[in-house]
């Protein structure tokens, strides 16, 4: 249902990100970068394993009590068990690994606001890429491109991996700017491929191999069932703090009473006509599209995982920021999400 997008998409304003899958994405990443470290820089004090300040170390192993050491590091169980006196080692978080997971499949080329689904998709990217990739962090990203049946990772470094009409490109994590740079480039420079990706199984790509704590952004539409994606969503969120940034387009959510509207699903080509002028049909859709949209948040919730919406009608930079502060007061009353 939600599925169907309008045959013309709108067009991006000049006052927003101009769309990025062109030739100039270069430009356009650069300009998105300015954007980002003029509003979104400086949130987010020193690395943590998350968008938000927590504990700075991880528990490692016990070792005997030495004269000046911590008393608050006591391991009283060890202690108990070989009645010597113990302390917990510490491991520093010193470098922090994002990995992305964006989908970028037929359903996200289309857009009835200021820019397509797309291209908020890729900026989302772009902005928790340039937040996270300082100080020796390093990103790294998988990026599904439509398809009916991806092919399995094979590995870490392992190169792009056709898969019928669709594919899954795994780019490994790396430090430094020049590398998210370059990251960012082949993301937006993905082309759209026609048939329907599997959600869950690019969600899946970011479970194999096993890594070390981190986070895990997960960018899509969400418009693939729930079921299909809520158990790797699920798996995922044991090891990693996970972030799922949901892109909606308004047209979405409710239609226009624009008398008879030729509608396509960019993801099977299939074409309708729609007679938006009728108030009850109007009505059902949107009943329907909220019913979807509240399915989804569920899984989400039913997963730990944080929940952005981004809208292509709306700043999704200001959106941005509002969810990173909403965290932070969150966190700082002893809430989460």
């Given amino acids: 249902m939600a599925r169907a997008a309008a045959v013309t998409p709108g067009t991006p304003s000049p006052q927003q990100p101009p769309t990025v899958a062109d030739n100039r994405s270069g430009a356009v990443l650069s300009r998105l970068q300015l954007m980002v470290t003029r509003k979104l820089d400086g949130l987010l004090q020193g690395d943590y394993a998350g968008l938000l300040p927590g504990p700075g170390s991880e528990a490692g192993e016990s070792r005997e009590y030495r004269p000046g050491d911590d008393v608050r590091r006591m391991d009283w169980p060890v202690t108990a068990r070989t009645t010597t006196a113990h302390v917990r080692r510490t491991v520093a978080d010193r470098e922090l690994e994002t990995w992305l997971a964006v989908d970028l499949s037929a359903s996200l080329d289309f857009g009835s606001g200021r820019w397509l689904k797309r291209d908020v998709a890729i900026a989302a990217a772009a902005a928790i890429t340039h937040l996270t990739v300082r100080g020796g962090n390093r990103i790294g990203a998988v990026v599904g491109s439509g398809g009916e049946r991806p092919a399995a990772p094979r590995g870490r470094r392992a190169a792009p991996e056709p898969s019928g009409p669709g594919r899954l490109v795994r780019l490994p994590a790396r430090s430094g700017r020049k590398e998210a740079q370059g990251m960012l480039r082949a993301i937006a420079g993905t082309p759209v491929q026609p048939g329907r990706g599997d959600l869950g199984v690019l969600i899946d790509m970011l479970n194999r191999p096993p890594r070390r704590r981190g986070v895990a952004v997960v960018v899509s539409d969400f418009l693939a069932p729930p079921a299909q994606w809520a158990r790797p969503l699920r798996k995922l969120r044991v090891r990693h703090d996970v972030l799922a940034i949901e892109v909606v387009d308004p047209r979405e959510l409710e239609l226009p009473d624009v008398g008879v509207l030729p509608v396509v699903d960019p993801e099977t080509g299939e074409l309708h006509e729609v007679q938006t002028a009728d108030p009850s049909l109007r009505h059902r859709y949107a009943a329907a599209a909220a019913a979807q949209r509240a399915e989804i948040s569920a899984a989400m919730r039913a997963a730990g ?33």
């Fill in 305 to 337: 995982a944080a929940h952005l919406r981004l809208r292509t009608d709306r700043d999704w930079l200001l959106d941005m920021v509002r969810f990173v502060a909403a965290q932070r007061h969150a966190r700082t009353r002893g809430t989460t999400r």
